[in-house]
């Protein structure tokens, strides 16, 4: 079936260093494709969406970009923050107006 | 993006016990879903709640052990029955953002603890 697969975590990063979270994704057609952001003891937030092929997402230095080819969505960001500490998590649209999620990788910022 | 509230935000309750889990929207949603979110793991459907209609389960979840009110278009209430420790676990309401790209947005989710 339709499924979502990211790479595991912990990924620990420096302050400042570039981060990239790999996600491919199974499918049929052309879903719309999620990332998903959850700082401790929250809840989930919409970070970026992609919705077609080529299209990139972006938003708080984060982008990530749909690639048809590879089906993949890979979240980058040039210089993580300490704030940026939290779990990610990769969703794409699984028909019915339901999501399907990743495993979530965690992200470690140190100073 | 719609404003979500969940009540409780945490709660520690006994097994054998029910708890009911409120969820409030801002504004009208057609489609409301509740997932959980085991610890340390990812978060899996429970089901979709539409208002006017009965909740759809996903594979696994029954309606005796999880049920689910609907009962207008901004407001949802999950229940989980009969609690075991195996339910501890974060449960989250998100509600459609409508549209064609099946977004959803979350609320801040509430932290049951069964001992």
């Known amino acids: 079936g339709d499924s979502v697969t990211q790479m595991e975590g912990p990924v620990t990063l420096s302050e400042e260093a570039f981060l990239t979270i790999n996600c491919t994704y199974t499918?049929?057609?052309?879903?719309?494709l999620f990332w998903y952001v959850q700082y401790p003891g929250e809840g989930l937030q919409l970070l970026l969406k992609?919705?077609?092929?080529?299209d990139k997402g972006s938003n708080k230095g984060f982008e990530a970009t749909y690639r048809k080819e590879t089906t993949s969505v890979h979240l980058e960001k040039g210089s993580v923050q300490v704030s940026d500490s939290a779990v990610y998590f990769c969703a794409r649209g699984g028909g019915g107006d339901k999501l399907i999620f990743g495993t979530g990788t965690r992200l470690q910022v140190f100073p | 993006s719609a404003v979500i509230s969940q009540k409780p935000s945490r709660d520690i309750c006994q097994r054998g016990t029910s708890l009911t889990i409120q969820c409030q929207v801002d504004s009208q949603v057609t489609m409301m879903f509740w997932y959980r979110q085991q610890p340390g793991q990812s978060l899996t459907l429970i089901a979709t709640?539409?208002?006017?209609?009965?909740?759809?389960?996903e594979s696994g979840f029954v309606i005796d052990k999880f049920p689910i009110s609907r009962p207008n278009l901004t407001f949802s209430t999950l229940t989980v029955s009969n609690m075991s420790p195996e339910d501890s676990s974060i449960y989250l309401c998100?509600?459609?953002?409508?549209?064609?790209?099946?977004?959803?947005?979350f609320g801040p989710g509430t932290r049951l603890t069964v001992t």
């Open positions: 998100s509600v459609g953002a409508g549209g064609a790209t099946y977004e959803q947005y």
């Open positions: 709640a539409n208002q006017g209609s009965e909740a759809t389960y």
């Open positions: 499918a049929t057609g052309y879903p719309s």
């Open positions: 992609a919705t077609k092929a080529d």
